[in-house]
């Protein structure tokens, strides 16, 4: 068991991990009241709508609001259960409730951090409504489950129908360009490289590997070489000057503000060698869709933890320049730059086509 104030890597994975907690309070008398929530976490506090009821007067007669409003004392419970007992863990959270009201700057923090747990939320008017708002005094945590390190990353989040419904998972992704100035997780990171790793691949010979940049230095150099090579092109294309700045310096600091960097390489290796090339290409573009299907599994375990993501192609125009910034193996090919974070601006987002658009036959 620790007692602290501060959450570690596998803490702060558990608690975006769960579902739902345990809100107690009690009242002015100390009987106590405890009831489930949907709850969200934005790295220091936690945020539980009021949405039972279908009027905002009849939210704030609520039992756990009439406490709070008597008693600001409260206890946060994310705990979880599973038959294998190496996966139990709990978080408990002394904290202090307050009721956010609309129009509070830390209420309009909460509400897009609640949609994005929570899709059903998108669809009701929880503008008009307080929200609890629990700041934490003291944190218990306890279980396997919530151990720093690789077991924490393992255990909660990649065993699939347990944690998350696959669908909202998959339709939820989507790609983003701009985060907040807030460090990634190292757990999660792990979680997404996790992820990569049970990707499908021909002939099970998982051909790619990947580079992670989270330190500045490291990210610059790519920025300043791939931005150097791109140049070159815009030039070749006849692009005016001022094009080719305003282009290179939106594509420098999108690599350089994303809070961690996931460069994608094609390693081919191990696959099989043929004598023709008809064949060799084909084990070429297996390999290929192989490292897509690699990417979006990190992409999806990225968002099922709360962070986003986005896919920079560049690395593919310019492969040698990225490997010699990096100082990488001439045997990896790089293709895909992921960029992962927390999320600053809502990205507008293409449409999709219908299943009836996509399936060309289905009989
Ligand atoms: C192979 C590939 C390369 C991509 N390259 C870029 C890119 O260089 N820059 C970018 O902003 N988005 C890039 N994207 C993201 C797409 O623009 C995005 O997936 C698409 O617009 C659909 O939006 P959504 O991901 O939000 O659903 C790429 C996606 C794929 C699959």
């Excluded at 406490?67 to 994310?78: G, K, P, T």
């Excluded at 218990?140 to 419904?165: F, H, I, Y």
């Excluded at 500045?216 to 140049?231: F, H, I, S, T």
């Excluded at 060799?280 to 390999?287: D, G, I, L, Y």
Aim: charged share 30%; proline share 8%.
């Amino acid at each position: 068991m620790t007692t602290r104030s501060r959450l570690s890597d596998g803490e702060i994975a558990f608690v975006h991990a769960q579902r739902a907690a345990r809100l107690a309070t009690s009242d002015a008398e100390g009987h106590p009241h405890v009831v489930p929530v949907c709850y969200a976490f934005d790295g220091e506090r936690y945020y539980t709508p009021l949405d039972e009821k279908p009027k905002s007067s009849d939210a704030r007669g609520l039992k756990r609001v009439r406490n709070i409003e008597a008693r600001h004392e409260a206890a946060l419970l994310i705990d979880r259960y599973d038959d294998d007992w190496s996966r139990l863990g709990y978080l408990l959270v002394h904290a202090r409730a307050d009721l956010l009201e609309p129009g509070d700057p830390l209420h309009a923090r909460a509400l897009p951090l609640l949609r994005e747990r929570y899709p059903q939320y998108r669809a009701m008017r929880l503008e008009t409504l307080p929200i609890i708002c629990l700041t934490p005094m003291r944190v218990t945590s306890w279980g396997p489950a919530l151990a720093a390190g690789a077991s924490a990353v393992t255990s909660p989040w990649l065993e699939p129908g347990r944690d998350l419904d696959f669908l909202p998972l998959a339709r939820g992704r989507r790609s983003v360009r701009a985060y907040q100035d807030r460090p990634v997780p190292r757990a999660a990171l792990e979680a997404m490289l996790e992820a990569a790793r049970w990707a499908p691949s021909p002939h099970g010979r998982q051909p790619w590997r990947f580079a992670v940049l989270t330190r500045d230095e490291p990210k610059r150099r790519l920025a300043e070489a791939m931005g150097e090579e791109w140049r070159g092109t815009l030039a070749m294309d006849g692009e005016p000057e001022e094009v080719i700045q305003l282009r290179l310096d939106k594509s420098r600091e999108r690599i350089r503000a994303a809070p961690a960097l996931i460069l994608a390489c094609l390693y081919l290796d191990d696959l099989d060698r043929y004598p023709d090339p008809a064949r060799q290409r084909a084990e070429e573009t297996m390999a290929i869709q192989s490292l897509g299907a690699a990417i979006q599994n990190m992409l999806l375990a990225a968002y099922s933890l709360g962070l986003d993501t986005g896919w920079m192609c560049a690395p593919l125009f310019a492969p040698a320049t990225v490997r010699a910034a990096l100082d990488l193996d001439a045997a990896l090919i790089p293709h895909a730059l992921i960029t992962a974070g927390y999320i600053a601006r809502e990205p507008k987002r293409r449409p999709h086509r219908s299943i009836e658009e996509l399936v060309v036959r289905f009989e």
